[in-house]
């Protein structure tokens, strides 16, 4: 605890320094998100991330979260320097949607609308009409779905096929998914609730359709810590990373949370729905990076004007 105090206030003095701040997401290691909160930053879902980077003033935004989140972070704010933990930590959403092939896709489909999940490269959200997170999707679906437009979706097939069952929208899909979510286990959950009946079901929309029919609530690791503050359940099974459960011990103390389960019955698996790319992300790291500047996101500025677009239609049709 010596050694980890001593390079939290080394993060500390060098934020300081270099006014800069730490913007984590809910997945990241527990330490991380405290010190991001108290050092005046903040830990959130990925649309809260990106509208916290632009409207705060620092100089550096240290994003403590997956690549795409440092790159929407640099393209909403050109001006400002990006810094991450570790660029190898991406998102095999990311990793499945090569911009190339998906813009060969794109180019099949000329009358229809693309609309890409925020867990893109720049290059795929610069072919992009409308940029979404799993807080928005939904409604921004609702929307254009109500206006007629037929949609073509990337890369999560799950969350597309979980907004298109709720808006009716017409849509074609790319078939990519989230390589944690996956896991869950439809017959599996299904004994677990028999165990626990009075358990609320809280699911990450990235989770499979077999999962997601099972929820009370479904929604973004926002939307999910919520439920555990406000629901007056007990006792709650959770179907998403579990970083989260760092936020929700913290805000909901005496509630029981259970992980959903990744594996058939018998098996012990404990920490199974783990992002290996979140991670990556260490107190070590944010420290080397502040330290020698290493990590650095850059966007080019001609994919950036481009990309910025589709970002900007999202935060303004979230306010
Ligand atoms: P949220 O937008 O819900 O934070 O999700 C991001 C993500 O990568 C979930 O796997
Ligand atoms: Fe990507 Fe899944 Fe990791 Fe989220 S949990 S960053 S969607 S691989």
New binding site residues.
């Given amino acids: 605890p010596e050694a980890k105090n001593a390079l939290k206030d080394e993060i500390k003095t060098l934020l300081k320094e270099q006014n800069g701040v730490l913007v984590a ?2 997945y990241t290691d527990g330490d991380i998100q405290d010190l991001a909160e108290e050092t005046g930053g903040c830990v959130a ?3 809260e991330m990106a509208r916290f980077g632009t409207e705060h003033p620092a100089d550096t935004l240290v994003v403590a979260g997956v690549k795409f989140m440092g790159e929407t972070a640099k393209i909403l704010n050109n001006e400002k320097r990006v810094l991450m933990p570790d660029l190898a930590a991406t ?1 095999s959403l990311d990793e499945g949607c090569p911009s190339d092939i998906f813009s060969d896709f794109c180019d099949q489909y000329p009358d229809h609308t693309v609309v890409v999940y925020a ?1 893109t490269s720049a290059a795929v959200k610069a072919r992009a009409d409308w940029v979404v ?3 928005i999707a939904l409604s921004i679906i609702d929307h254009l779905a109500k206006k007629g437009e037929k949609i073509l979706w990337g890369p999560d097939r799950h969350l597309g096929g979980y907004v298109q069952r709720l808006t009716g929208a017409e849509m074609i899909f790319w078939p990519g998914s ?1 390589v ?2 996956e896991e869950f286990k439809a017959a599996a959950l299904e004994l677990l609730r028999a165990k626990h009946p009075e358990a609320a079901i809280l699911v ?1 929309p ?1 989770s499979p359709a077999s999962i997601v029919a099972q929820a009370d609530v479904i929604g ?3 939307a999910l810590i919520k439920a555990v503050q406000s629901m007056p359940n007990k006792e709650f099974i959770v179907a998403t ?1 579990m970083g989260i459960f760092n936020k929700m011990r913290q805000l909901a103390p005496d509630k029981v949370l259970i992980e959903a389960p990744t594996a058939g019955e018998g098996a012990t698996c404990h920490s199974c729905a783990n ?1 290996p790319w979140m991670g990556m992300n260490s107190l070590e790291k944010i420290a080397h990076s502040l330290r020698t500047g290493a990590g650095e996101i850059l966007v080019s500025p001609e994919l950036a004007v481009k990309a910025v677009l589709p970002i900007r239609r999202m935060l303004d049709f979230a306010k």
């Fill in positions: 997401h809910y879902d990925s649309l998102c867990n997170t799993s807080g989230c944690v979510h990450h990235e973004s690791t926002t990373d992002c």
